[in-house]
Every structure is written in C-alpha cells, then in structure tokens.
C-alpha cells in the first residue's frame, strides 16, 4: 500500500510529464507541419514534389537528369553528347525557330563568261559569278595571269564588273583575254584625291530558319511484371536507361538527316500538324569528295591534305572542328602513312565518354570518330565535319521524364513513364560545315 501511495503521491506529476511530453510531440509535428505548407506555398498551396518543381520550373531538377541521359552510351550519339555538354544552348519560344547568319564578304570571286582583248580597249565588262560581292574604287587581281586592275563600275542587273588596265608609266594597256572560270581576288580600293566617298557595303544578317521537333518515349511495365521472379533480372531502372538510350540515337540522326517540314497528318480522328527540323545534311556549306570515281576509295595523305584545306579554307570558322565518319570511311584512313601510329598518338578524350583522333594539320586541327550510326544510315562511306561554335541546340521543352499515373485514372494497372523532349538544331554558317563523300 505503501508503493500505491507513492504512486497516488506522484500521479500529478507524472501526469504532467507525460502531458507535456505528448505536448511537445504534436507542437515540434505542427511546426515541421507549419515547415512544410510554408514551402508547399510557394507551388499552389501543395506539398512540394519533383512533379510540381517541373511543372513549375523544368530546369531546377534537369542537373539530376542531364548526367544520366548523357552517360548512357556516350558513344552511340556522340554530337548530341557533345551538344548537351559542352555545345551552345539556346530557348525555342516557338515551334519555328529563326537563326540569322554573318557570312563575310569573300574576297574571290570567278569569271562567268570570259572576255577576249580588243585593240585599243583600255576598260571592258566582264560578267561575274558573285556580283553582290562587288563595289566600286577596288583593285582585283587575274589570279591565272597576275595582271591588277581597277574596278570603275558595277551593274547588278547584268551580273558586269566594269575594270580599267592601270598606267604604270608608260600609259594603260589594253585589258587582255579573261578566259572563264578565271578566278579574280578583290583588293583594296584606290580613291583619288578629291574623292570623298566609295559605294557602300556592309555584311547583314540573312535570316535563316528550322522547326523544332517533339521527341517521346514512353515507358512501362505492369506491376505484375515487376514482383514475378526472373531468370535475369530486368528492372524497370534498365528499360528505362535503354529507351533513353534508343531516343538519344533517334534524336542523334535526327540532327543529321532530318527534313525541314511542317506536315499535317491524321490522328485520332484529328488533323494535327507535325514539325521535323532539317538536319546538317541539309544545310552543310560544302560538299567535298574523295577518291578518283567508280570504285575507287583512295584516301592517303595528299587527299587528305586536300580536304584540310577544302575544310579550312574560305570561311572564318574555327582551327579546331569535329569529323565523325563511317565504319567504311574509317576503315579508308589506314590507307594514310602511319596512320595507325599517328592516331595512338594523338587520341584526345573531348570529354568522357568521347575520344577523338586529332589530325593536326596547318590549316587547322580536326578531331575524328567512329559514328556507328552513320552505318545505321547507309553513310558508312562518309564524313561530317562540323564547327561546334556554329551549331545551336534550340529547346523548346528541355529532355524531362515525367510519370503518368495509370492506375491512379483507372487505365492499367503499370508503372509507367513518359520522356519528352521539343528542340531544334540549328546550323549557323553552313561554310564552316561540309559532307565528304567518295566521287561518284
């Protein structure tokens, strides 16, 4: 009776320990409560989740996905590899997307037709194949005869350079045969001393555009599917990195090959429209060649020297470009001196994942690789070489994956996922781009 007294004696106070106890309990689970709707306030009142931040604000979670999508087969899709991480980024706001481009006046320009000397004609026409390149007050030079004259007109609606022979002390010659396809170089203009103007000229912008493209990929697998004991085990995590895998290389040949189109089509009892963005295929400034015709698929180091020089030459993009080739174009460059000891070498990893063979030249440096879909596309045969600084990845909606609630709605019982991605590539100054293939 006496331990039953003790505890009558100490019931209040135990009573309020525990009291307070329990008090303290639901008071630190209202404050972590008061915690969490203070952050759920900022997207619409819920509790914050990686579904509403996309929603929200796509790019707050795209760190997390970014690494996994580039990780996987690195190799498989080596330019989208090296556009997502190291490549020019740009925001498509709508599904057309302009880009505008700075192509610097050249300084070479050909004969159209050729011209033939008269007696006593000190100044002729001669017709030309690039007339906007053209103004008055120049010099040019006959590059086959090394003859300089003065350029005193120019007509743009005939396509005609008028030029002058130049007195150098003993009175103006007669202007001599021009034979056609002559190749003549524009030099600096040469006023007299009480001229106070030239006609004008500035480099402008073209304008230039490409479509974005809405790329998917959904993913699922039913819940039975998912406990059923396997031979192999095959989770979800695996298809999902293997589809990401497959839409990277769709995308990857997409950037190479695709049409520049706006297609309506018939879906679902609806007409929608589809848009496809053109590739590099199709807006590369240069088309080069290999090989001397029919079967002949030569290439040693003199056609190769030629190539850095076609490649490098006539444009103003940048010393150090990327070359990815086919299986059969690859197999070609062994037909180089030393290729194999050059190439060991010579390996640079860009980035991980993505080892280069430089091939050092003076004209510029040209980083090489295996592009294993280039076979899947039947350009095992070839070679394309691009400026990275000069091709922009335009997104409308930035890769995410987002899951689809299936058995929530009542439509499967499935784990399911969807992966969306709307971009466009676009491709600044074609000149700095160029397709090799062997001569036909």
């Known amino acids: 009776m006496k331990t039953i007294g003790n505890i009558k004696r100490f019931a209040p106070i135990l009573l309020v320990a525990i009291v307070g106890l329990i008090f303290s309990m639901l008071v630190g689970a209202v404050a972590a409560a008061g915690a969490t709707l203070a952050m759920a306030a900022q997207v619409a009142g819920e509790t914050v989740s990686t579904e509403k931040v996309d929603g929200e604000s796509p790019e707050l979670n795209l760190d997390t996905i970014l690494p996994q999508i580039t990780e996987i087969s690195p190799g498989r899709a080596p330019l989208d590899t090296l556009i997502r991480r190291v490549g020019r980024a740009a925001k498509a706001r709508n599904w057309k997307v302009d880009e505008y481009e700075i192509v610097e006046r050249p300084f070479v320009d050909t004969v159209a037709t050729g011209y033939t000397t008269a007696v006593g004609v000190k100044s002729a026409e001669v017709e030309v194949t690039n007339i906007s390149q053209w103004t008055n007050d120049h010099t040019i030079m006959d590059q086959a005869s090394g003859n300089v004259y003065l350029v005193t007109a120019v007509d743009y609606a005939t396509n005609k350079i008028t030029i002058s022979s130049l007195d150098e002390g003993s009175g103006a010659e007669d202007v001599p045969t021009i034979g056609q396809n002559t190749k003549l170089t524009r030099m600096g203009p040469a006023l007299s001393e009480l001229q106070a103007d030239t006609d004008a000229f500035a480099e402008v912008p073209t304008k230039d555009y ?69 590739g590099i295929s199709r807006f590369a400034g240069k088309s080069l060649e290999y090989g001397s015709g029919g079967t002949d698929r030569t290439l040693n180091d003199d056609t190769m020297s030629g190539l850095m020089k076609d490649i490098f030459t006539g444009n103003a993009g940048n010393e150090k470009r990327f070359g990815f080739y086919g299986s059969s174009f690859g197999k070609y460059l062994y037909g180089i001196t030393d290729w194999t000891k050059y190439i060991k070498a010579n390996d640079v990893e860009v980035t991980p994942g993505l080892t280069f063979n430089k091939y050092k030249h003076n004209y510029g440096e040209l980083y090489m690789i295996y592009h294993p879909l280039f076979d899947q596309m039947g350009w095992d045969e070839r070679m394309a070489v691009v400026d990275l600084d000069f091709l922009v990845k335009a997104d409308m909606f930035k890769m995410k994956i987002t899951d689809l609630l299936l058995e929530e709605t009542g439509t499967e019982d499935s784990n399911a996922k969807v992966i969306k991605e709307t971009s466009s590539l676009l491709t600044l100054y074609p000149e700095v781009h160029a397709i090799i293939d062997p001569k036909a």
């Open 210 to 278: 490409n479509y974005c493209q809405k790329f998917a990929a959904k993913i699922s697998q039913s819940f039975v599917q998912q406990i059923t004991e396997q031979e192999v085990k095959w989770t979800f995590s695996d298809i999902q990195r293997m589809r990401i895998k497959k839409m990277r290389e769709e995308i990857e040949m997409s950037y190479w090959a695709g049409v520049r189109a706006k297609t309506l089509r018939q879906r679902n009892s609806k007409q929608e429209y589809v848009y496809t963005m053109g």
